[in-house]
Structures are given as structure tokens and as C-alpha cells.
């Protein structure tokens, strides 16, 4: 079987920062290091005025596109990921596409466009949508653009406004790819929940707490699923586990959801016993919240021991680093974790070729899916071709002031403006508005 999977990546920041310890805590009353070691964030990326999702998911493709030398003719399906979409009817997909149109040579009159819409998990759907129209035939020898693109807003004052972010990345799928081959096998975590939702509304109603309960239940529920279908999974056969990551903090706790459920009945959970027992069997207890303390008791024990620390910095550490400097990015930030993870492997000098990823994926509402990629032997070229670094330094950082200004200019029931606080070179931009409410979009030199 041919393998199908990633063959490249790119990854476009919003061009500002709001600096997390530095200007949000002392706003907020709050210790800076709730931000640093709690959530595990140092900064979120914010879109400038003249950015929104149509100008990031094209950014990330035109540099994607432009580098793998392509032309409009070799992509037979644009699929845009987003949960920030500003039309009921008319995709973003066709906005990004008619961006691209204007700076490279023919069109994608004859591409497949569309948008989908799952909360966070989006992306990795998207993805699911490319590698079967390729597995399926037809795609008649083209590639699949996938972009993952959001401003991760939230109401001011909500919880969760220490977690925004704005990004995206786009992706291109097709046969013997570079950078990972997926696997055919996938589990799944799916239930009706409503710990996140935007009921026609830009700002989302969040019930945070339970939101992280909901990710790591369906979490759960999706490695069962994965490996009742694909066999026992070792932790010594994953080299990185990227999950998605709407803040580290959250990575935190699937890592040890994760490990525990994938060391159980292993030489390793033996091994452990004798510092921190065996993992409790719910059939040992009489009532499940008796069971429940005692699977807190053990992970609590286990998140002190060496061998968990040791799996922890060599596996999950590396997938956070690009998101500590970001924030959320919703549908891309799994995406991200990857990228950060194979970062990681290229300037450690690591040889990753033919390693194994295990991704778990969210998306509120909710539903988890876990899946296996294979590194492929072009992941050097690709990940040392991102510019991630340079977008992150040449971000502007804002004061309190202009934060709360960027945050009025993003909010679609105000009409502020705001002069833009760095000059775009080389992207799209937005342009204003067209006569029938349409967004309109220009190339900047
Ligand atoms: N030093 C170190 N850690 C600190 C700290 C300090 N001074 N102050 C707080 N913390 C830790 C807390 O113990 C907590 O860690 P824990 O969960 O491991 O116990 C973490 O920082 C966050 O603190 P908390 O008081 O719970 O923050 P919060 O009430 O502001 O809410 C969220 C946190 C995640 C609920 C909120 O940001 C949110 O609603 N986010 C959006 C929803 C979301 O992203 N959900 C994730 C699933 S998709």
C-alpha cells in the first residue's frame, strides 16, 4: 500500500504578543507564575488589525506553496479547519484560494473546497477527509492543501483569556509524503458534551473545569478505542506523544493519563509497584468515587518518580515548546505540538527517520481521536525549512492599553479602529469590506 500522509508543513503566527507573566498577570492580581508553571504559557500570539483567519491560513499556504514549488494545478482539494469562521454559508476556503490565485499562476476552479467544523479537532479531520479521497483514488495525482486556522478569543474576564492564541498551519497531504505517514488504524472518544460551545456567538461559553475532565475522559475513552483495534501500544515504541494543547498545563494531565494507561499491565507498572504500588482495579473498590481517590492517589505518586519524569521530558516536553510562546490556536495547535516535537528531534541532532508519533487529538463538545504516524525520511528538510522562530521574535510585544485596543478591533460587534503596530512585508492583508458584506483581501509587496 502506498503510504499517504504529511508531506510538508508551515506555520504562520499572528505578527503580535501579549507577554503572559509580564503584562497579563500583574493586571489580573495574579502570581506571574500561575501563567509560567500552572498553565505553562509565557505569551499568546495575537492577530495585528489588518490579520484574521482568511490572511493567516493564506500566509501559511502561499509559504508552503511557494517553497515546495507548486502551482495551483497540483492541489485538487482546499479544506480550511476553524472554529473562528466569520460566514454561516461561504467557506474560507474559497477566500484563502482566491488569495492564492492572485500571486501564483492559474486557479483551483477545479479543487474540492470546504470547511469543517468540530471545535479544535477540526484539523486532524480535515486531515482524515485528504488521506481518504487519496486512499479512495481520487485524487487524480494531486496533493490536499489542509490549513488549521483560529483566533482563539475569549470574552474579557473569562477564565479562559489567559489561554488565547491566533495561527495557523497548513498542510499538504499526499502519496509517499516527507515528513509522516499515517496509520489506517484510529480510535475515537465521542459524546454529546457541552463543556465548550459558540452558539452563534463570536466569544465562546466555557465551562473550563469540566472541559478539562471532558478532554481527558474522551482522551481515555480514545486510546481504548485505538488500541482494541491496533494492538497494545508499549510507551518505549512512541518517540513523541503530540496531543492537542490548548495550554501545557492540559498536557500535563493527559501525559500522565496517557502513560498510565498505556504502562498498565506492562514490566513497567511492575517495576513502579514497588515504589508507588500496583494501579488500582476498579474491581477492588465498592464504590467508583472510592476507586477514582485511589487512581488520584497513584497519579499523583506517579508524577514524582523518575521514570515518569524521564518519559515525560524525553516524549511530551518537546511537543510544548512552540505552544508555551503562542497560546491556543485551537484546530492547528496539535499540528503545532507536532512541529515542535520534530524541532526538537532536528536541533538535538536526533535521527528520527522511521520513528513512531502517537497524536491524540480534541475538540470540545467533544470528541478524541488517537492515531500513530511513521517519520518519514524528507521530516530534516521539511521542519528545518519552518521559520517559526524568526515569526515568534519579530512579533510586536504589547502594553496593557494596546492589548485591550487589538482585543476591540478582533470583537465583531464593536467598530473601532485601530492603526496597525507592525508593517506587513510579503503577505496578505484584509482590505475592507466588499458591497455584499464579503471580506476583501490584497498582497502586500
Ligand atoms: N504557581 C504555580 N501554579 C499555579 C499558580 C502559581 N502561583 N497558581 C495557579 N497555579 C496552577 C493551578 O494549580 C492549576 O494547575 P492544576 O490544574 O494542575 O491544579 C493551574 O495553575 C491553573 O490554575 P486555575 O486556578 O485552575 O486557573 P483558572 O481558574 O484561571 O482556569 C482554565 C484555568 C484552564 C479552566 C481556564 O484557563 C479556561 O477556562 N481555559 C479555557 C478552556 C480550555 O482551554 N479547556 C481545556 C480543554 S479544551
Known amino acids: 500500500m502506498t503510504a499517504v500522509g504529511i508531506d510538508a508543513v508551515e506555520i504562520w503566527t499572528g505578527n503580535l504578543k501579549l507577554d503572559l507573566p509580564g503584562t497579563f498577570a500583574p493586571q489580573k492580581g495574579e502570581d506571574p507564575e500561575k501563567y509560567t508553571k500552572g498553565l505553562g504559557l509565557n505569551a499568546s500570539s495575537f492577530p495585528d488589525s489588518y490579520e484574521d483567519i482568511v490572511t493567516m491560513a493564506a500566509n501559511a499556504a502561499y509559504r508552503l506553496m511557494d517553497r515546495k514549488g507548486l502551482e495551483p494545478d497540483d492541489i485538487g482539494r482546499i479544506d480550511v479547519a476553524t472554529e473562528s469562521a466569520f460566514d454561516n454559508s461561504k467557506p474560507v476556503s474559497t477566500y484563502v484560494a482566491g488569495c492564492l490565485e492572485g500571486v501564483f499562476d492559474g486557479d483551483f476552479h477545479h479543487a474540492n ?79 454529546d458534551e457541552t463543556d465548550f460551545l459558540k452558539p452563534n456567538q463570536q466569544f465562546p461559553s466555557v465551562d473550563g473545569k469540566r472541559s478539562v475532565q471532558v478532554y481527558l475522559a474522551r482522551m481515555r475513552e480514545a486510546l481504548m478505542d485505538y488500541e482494541s483495534v491496533a494492538g497494545d501500544i508499549h510507551p518505549d515504541d512512541v518517540r513523541f506523544v503530540p496531543f492537542h494543547t490548548p495550554f501545557p498545563g492540559m498536557v500535563r494531565k493527559a501525559g500522565l493519563l496517557g502513560y498510565r494507561y498505556l504502562t498498565r499491565d506492562t514490566a513497567i507498572e511492575e517495576e513502579l509497584a514497588e515504589e508507588i504500588g500496583r494501579q488500582p482495579r476498579l474491581e477492588a473498590f465498592d464504590t467508583e468515587d472510592a476507586y477514582h481517590d485511589a487512581v488520584r492517589e497513584y497519579t499523583d505518586a506517579l508524577k514524582g518518580t523518575d521514570r515518569y519524569r524521564e518519559w515525560y521530558a524525553e516524549t511530551i516536553d518537546p511537543t510544548l515548546t512552540i505552544s508555551r510562546e503562542v497560546g491556543n490556536w485551537y484546530t492547528g495547535s496539535v499540528h503545532v505540538a507536532r512541529a515542535s516535537a520534530l524541532k526538537h528531534a532536528l536541533e538535538t541532532g536526533e535521527d528520527a527517520t522511521g520513528e513512531t508519533l502517537m497524536v491524540g487529538s480534541y475538540g470540545s463538545g467533544a470528541q478524541a481521536e488517537v492515531h500513530t504516524e511513521t517519520v518519514q525520511a524528507g521530516w530534516t528538510e521539511e521542519i528545518g525549512a519552518l521559520n517559526v522562530d524568526e515569526q515568534l521574535d519579530s512579533r510586536y510585544d504589547l502594553s496593557w492599553a494596546e492589548y485591550e485596543e487589538v482585543h476591540d478591533v478582533h470583537n465583531h460587534e464593536m467598530d473601532v479602529e485601530v492603526e496597525e503596530f507592525t508593517a506587513p512585508e510579503s503577505e496578505f492583508v484584509f482590505d475592507g469590506w466588499g458591497r455584499m458584506g464579503e471580506r476583501k483581501y490584497r498582497f502586500v509587496e
Open 113 to 191: 473546497k470546504g470547511e469543517r467544523k468540530f471545535a479544535c479537532i477540526a484539523g486532524t479531520q480535515s486531515l482524515d477527509d485528504a488521506y481518504n479521497w487519496i486512499r479512495a483514488g481520487r485524487n487524480r495525482g494531486r496533493a490536499a492543501l489542509v490549513i488549521a486556522t483560529d483566533t482563539a478569543l475569549y470574552a474579557r474576564d473569562d477564565a479562559g483569556e489567559a489561554t488565547q492564541g491566533a495561527g495557523a498551519v497548513a498542510m499538504l497531504i499526499s502519496e509517499d509524503p516527507s515528513l509522516v505517514e499515517l496509520s489506517t488504524h484510529q480510535g475515537y472518544g465521542s459524546a
